[in-house]
């Protein structure tokens, strides 16, 4: 008789681990290193699975499965079948569970912003808020003007006795931009941060050559680092040592005071949070901000999201685990300090945070946008800067006019810092534009878009991250994204989308796309530099 866990005798937290487990297993993931020898298998369990009818559903009612009651209508579930998988499942370490899988929480508030000077006063304004902790990661973070404002606002949270803990990656940051070393001084602002007590760590050291990991493992698990940590770097070495490829950590997040947080596609700097403002018109607006194009062809269009709520214990659990991997101090992230008991239901918003790695078995935020065309069946709407990742074109190829008829994409064609997106979009677009799916070419405004955001209107649900659609966020480097469902948020994000596709060109010839991709020199120039640029 095949060993059973009644529900009645499932916990919260086995629930949790449940819907996790599902969540990473339909998505493509295998969990099976989890499994000890001898131990009933959960994947065996649910191998009479369709896991692409499995994928249908979970699209269908909104992307990710968030409550026990969804898994029963999981075609091939059955009562029996996930009281087997709970017997399975209660024997899995949780933590690296929890380290895999989406994690969702409940009665959020999420507030969008976009373009520079919104992006930039809410932040300076989170910063000066804080009382207890400010936990920040981005790429890029230029000593610049705004990147200067940013510094002093942390300093002066400094002075109030808050705790900084900062990661960027200085390395790439010190080759600036606009031809200007100067704004690269990452180091300069470093070096002032702590000073006044301030942690700072360079991001650019991702990977550790087999005899330093061995040591510095043994030297982190002797002091108390969990094994759900360790096992993530585990994956980035297996990953470096597979690929031969550097890796990048582009989240770009802020957690503050274990009740704010800062979610977004934008670094520091005046290319994303400038001051200067915005070309805009009195009457396109949302939450009572303009709707525009930045009036400087340096300054990008670009966004973020701030939550209020639970949403940010999730994300300081991301923060936690890259911070201790990189060599800062290890913190608990569970904590009253840094997970407070206050009442956190700030609105109505259910927050799912996505995060991805090198070496991930499975990369769930591409799967998520891969679903999303692939079960398209409302109006969707894909916001992008990159369009360069082979298995995205692959999959929107294969659609057929039924589901091409509702997918629309923003991308900047011809304004766009990438030197191969151009030509990526040109050799990939012909076939999926003459079965339905609309382009939006951003360029007509004059002004490269950075903004990462996608809209599900069937779902009523928004995504919004770092990830590019680009062969490096799909495999080399370190991802982040956050799904939010609720009829009011999505509808404030959509008319910010809608702004953008009204300002673009609605691209209606065929022949801008190429139908004969191998007869352009351009296609395998893109292919042959899709793993590094």
């Not at 991930?360 to 800067?385: F, H, R």
């Amino acid at each position: 008789m095949k060993n059973k866990l009644q529900a009645s005798k499932w916990d919260t937290e086995l629930q949790e681990d449940m819907i996790d487990y599902l969540n990473y297993y339909i998505s493509g993931g295998s969990l099976c290193f989890l499994e000890a020898e001898g131990e009933a298998s959960a994947e065996s369990v649910l191998e009479g699975i369709d896991r692409e009818a499995a994928r249908a559903y979970r699209q269908a009612i909104g992307g990710i499965i968030t409550d026990v009651d969804e898994l029963i209508r999981i075609p091939g579930c059955s009562p029996d079948r996930l009281e087997q998988l709970a017997y399975a499942v209660s024997r899995l370490d949780s933590g690296k569970i929890r380290a895999l899988a989406p994690q969702t929480t409940w009665h959020n508030r999420v507030d969008p912003y976009v373009n520079g000077p919104q992006c930039l006063h809410m932040i300076l304004e989170e910063i000066r808020k804080a009382e207890r902790y400010i936990h920040m990661s981005v790429m890029l973070f230029f000593s610049d003007q705004s990147g200067n404002r940013i510094a002093d606002e942390l300093l002066l949270a400094l002075q109030r006795g808050v705790r900084v803990r900062l990661m960027v990656n200085t390395t790439i940051t010190a080759l600036g931009y606009e031809k200007n070393l100067e704004f690269g001084r990452f180091s300069a602002i470093a070096t002032r941060l702590e000073a006044a007590g301030a942690s700072v760590l360079n991001t650019f050291d991702s990977y550790y050559s087999e005899g330093e990991w061995t040591l510095k493992r043994d030297k982190l698990k002797h002091q108390g680092v969990p094994e759900s940590i360790l096992f993530l770097q585990d994956k980035v070495q297996e990953d470096v040592e597979i690929s031969g490829l550097n890796v990048i950590d582009h989240r770009k997040f802020l957690v503050i005071d274990g009740i704010t947080s800062i979610i977004g596609s934008l670094n520091i700097g005046d290319q994303y949070t400038y001051e200067t403002p915005i070309r805009s018109s009195p009457a396109d607006r949302t939450d009572d901000r303009p709707l525009g194009v930045p009036s400087r062809a340096e300054e990008w269009h670009d966004g973020c999201f701030r939550i209020r709520g639970a949403a940010a214990y999730p994300l300081n659990k991301v923060f936690q685990s890259r911070w201790v991997l990189l060599g800062g101090d290890f913190f608990d992230a569970e904590d009253f300090f840094y997970h407070p008991e206050v009442n956190y239901e700030f609105g109505e918003e259910e927050c799912t945070l996505l995060v991805s790695f090198p070496g991930n078995p499975v990369n769930l935020i591409q799967q998520y946008y891969l679903d999303l065309i692939t079960y398209a069946a409302d109006e969707t709407v894909i916001v992008n800067p990159y369009l360069i990742d082979p298995v995205f074109w692959e999959r929107l190829g294969e659609l057929g006019p039924e589901c091409s008829k509702y997918l629309s994409i923003c991308n900047p064609l011809e304004v766009n810092d990438h030197p191969t997106n151009l030509a990526a979009v040109r050799s990939n677009m012909y076939t999926p534009f003459c079965n339905g799916v609309s382009f939006y070419d951003y360029s007509f405004t004059g002004r490269f878009s950075h903004w990462k955001i996608t809209y599900d209107h069937r779902a009523r649900a928004v995504f919004h991250g770092s990830y590019n659609i680009n062969e490096r966020s799909a495999c080399h480097d370190f991802e982040l994204g956050l799904l939010v469902r609720g009829p009011v948020f999505a509808d404030k994000v959509k008319s910010m989308i809608d702004y953008d596709l009204a300002v673009s060109r609605k691209i209606t010839d065929k022949k801008e796309f190429f139908k004969h991709p191998w007869l352009h020199p351009s296609t395998y120039l893109n292919k042959a530099t899709e793993n590094y640029t």
